[in-house]
Structures are given as structure tokens and as C-alpha cells.
């Protein structure tokens, strides 16, 4: 069964907009962590966020924050001020507590115009 | 510089020639992973090794070995590599196993299968 679900296989947002990329989960684990990558055209994976599911406030790193609602099992990745360089794949992952692997979601490309 | 090295970054080939990509990673870290990345499909885990000597399937491990004899390296072998193996694979690792580690990944390898 699916895991991750990114439900948009496309997204356009203008520059210096916000955008949010969507992201829902399925686990029956107390203790798991959520995580976004950008995968730029270059190809190599880069983390930029992690969400623990005991964490009581939203993560934030720079321009980017987490939107965790825990009850809804979703991890919306928030990117403020859009920039020409986000232009990429985005990756939504989750590690359970019991499992011993890292799943991602089908991914989301992301296109910033000018 | 802590990093994960994978090679070769391309490789095009012909159906049964044995290959193997090398991973290696300077951060000591003990949980090495490797992934296929296919569209649509995200990245889909292979093989993982929670330490020397200790490997394991993952979610697509049919055609593919691995061994872990030292810490930091992590071959992925294709001993009859078929055209349904042409994909974009990675190498990933991180300090450990749990749910709050981030994996981190090499710059990734395409092969090609003729």
C-alpha cells in the first residue's frame, strides 16, 4: 500500500509567491519522522526538512517551513518567496519507528516563472 | 567534505554484462541504502545494510546483490543486468537507522541497459 501520496505531479507558482506542496502519510507508528528533498535538474538529492511526529511546533529551515497536521497525516511543505532556483523535483519521505526503510511520495515538479 | 561518492555517475551497457556501482561514504555512518528512482514511481529502496556484514531487501531487491564488508563502502551488483533495470539509482546513508535521521544521498548514477 502506498505510503506517501504526493497528489500533484505539477506545480507552477510565481516568483517571490508562496507556494505549498502537498503531502500525506499512512502509518500506524507513534514515532516517525517526515522529510522533504529538492532534486534539482542536476539530479542529486538534497534534504531540506525534517518534521518529528512529537514535534509540537511546525519545522522551519530558511524559506521553508512544514505544515503538520498530525491528525489529517499530512506534511505540506511551504516554500515563502519563491526564487527561479526552487524550480525542481520535490520529494516528500517518512521513516517509521518500525521499519527499516525511508518511503517517498511519486514526487512533485515544482516550476517558478519569472 | 562529508559526502557519499557513487560510481560511475553513467554507465550504458548490454543486457547480461556484469556491472557493479561503488558507494562510499566518509561519515562513518552505520545505515547504507540503496534506491531506484523511476518516473512516477519515486525512489523505490533496493537494499539496505544496518552495518557491516548485516544487509537486507528492500522493496525491489530482484536482480540486484549487495555486500557490506567495511563500513564506509556499499556496492550495488547487477550480475545479468536486464533493460528493465535502466534507471536512476542512488546511494544513501545516514547515522543510524531511527526515524529522526535524515539519509544522505550520492549524486546519483544512470545506467543504461541496452
Known amino acids: 500500500a502506498q505510503k506517501i501520496t504526493q497528489t500533484q505531479p505539477g506545480m507552477f507558482v510565481q516568483e517571490k509567491e508562496a507556494v505549498t506542496l502537498d503531502c500525506t502519510y499512512d502509518?500506524?507508528?507513534?514515532?516517525?519522522?517526515l522529510f522533504w528533498y529538492k532534486q534539482p535538474s542536476s539530479g542529486e538529492m538534497i534534504f531540506l526538512i525534517y518534521?518529528?511526529?512529537?514535534?509540537?511546533q511546525n519545522a522551519t529551515e530558511g524559506r521553508y517551513s512544514l505544515n503538520f497536521q498530525k491528525a489529517r497525516k499530512s506534511a505540506n511543505l511551504v516554500i515563502s518567496a519563491s526564487q527561479l532556483g526552487d524550480s525542481a523535483m520535490y520529494f516528500c519521505?517518512?521513516?517509521?519507528?518500525?521499519?527499516?526503510?525511508?518511503?517517498f511520495g511519486a514526487g512533485t515538479r515544482l516550476t517558478v516563472k519569472p | 567534505e562529508a559526502q557519499v561518492t557513487q560510481n560511475p555517475r553513467y554507465l550504458i551497457t548490454v543486457t547480461g554484462k556484469k556491472l557493479t556501482v561503488t558507494c562510499s561514504q566518509n561519515?562513518?555512518?552505520?545505515?547504507m541504502s540503496w534506491y531506484r528512482q523511476d518516473p512516477g514511481l519515486g525512489l523505490r529502496q533496493i537494499y539496505y545494510?544496518?552495518?557491516?556484514?548485516?544487509?537486507d531487501k528492500g522493496d525491489v531487491p530482484e536482480g540486484y546483490k549487495v555486500s557490506r564488508k567495511e563500513k564506509r563502502n556499499f556496492p550495488l551488483i547487477l550480475e545479468s543486468p536486464s533493460p528493465n533495470q535502466t534507471s536512476l539509482y542512488f546511494c544513501?546513508?545516514?547515522?543510524?537507522?531511527?526515524?529522526?535521521?535524515?539519509?544522505?544521498f550520492g549524486d546519483g548514477t544512470r545506467l543504461s541497459i541496452l
Open positions: 544513501a546513508s545516514s547515522l543510524f537507522r531511527t526515524d529522526n535521521q535524515p539519509q544522505h
Open positions: 502509518t500506524s507508528d507513534q514515532s516517525y519522522g
Open positions: 518534521q518529528g511526529s512529537y514535534d509540537e
Open positions: 519521505a517518512m521513516r517509521e519507528v518500525n521499519n527499516n526503510d525511508m518511503r
Open positions: 561519515m562513518n555512518h552505520e545505515y
Open positions: 545494510s544496518m552495518n557491516v556484514e548485516v544487509t
